[in-house]
């Protein structure tokens, strides 16, 4: 596999890795006890930390990278393993 393509699939588990982080370890003001600003959402976080999420992320996609990579070398789950249309030998022609 090209360093390129390899690249890019880490961009994409960090931008999905990122987005399925972002609401975990974020309370609101009710949960965290503080009085709301006016005209604050209900629903808006009060210790936003964008740099840990990035962080959390960055790990995340590093595992889930090297998974697919070794998963691409090894072959351990392929294509052929997975196809759920796949038709009965006795129907195959």
């Known amino acids: 596999m090209a360093w390129t393509s390899i690249l890019a699939v880490y961009a994409?588990?960090?931008v999905m890795s990122a987005f399925i982080l972002?609401?975990?370890g974020v309370k609101t003001a009710d949960e965290a006890g503080v009085e709301?600003?006016?005209g604050q959402a209900d629903s808006a976080p009060v210790n936003f930390r964008p740099g840990r999420i990035a962080a959390r992320a960055t790990g995340l996609s590093i595992v889930l990278t090297t998974l697919?990579?070794?998963n691409?070398?090894?072959q351990w789950v392929?294509?052929?393993m997975i196809d759920i249309f796949q038709r009965p030998d006795d129907l195959v022609r």
């Open 12 to 14: 994409l588990f960090w």
């Open 68 to 70: 697919w990579v070794l």
């Open 78 to 80: 392929t294509v052929d």
């Open 22 to 24: 972002l609401p975990f």
């Open 36 to 38: 709301k600003i006016p």
């Open 72 to 74: 691409w070398e090894y």
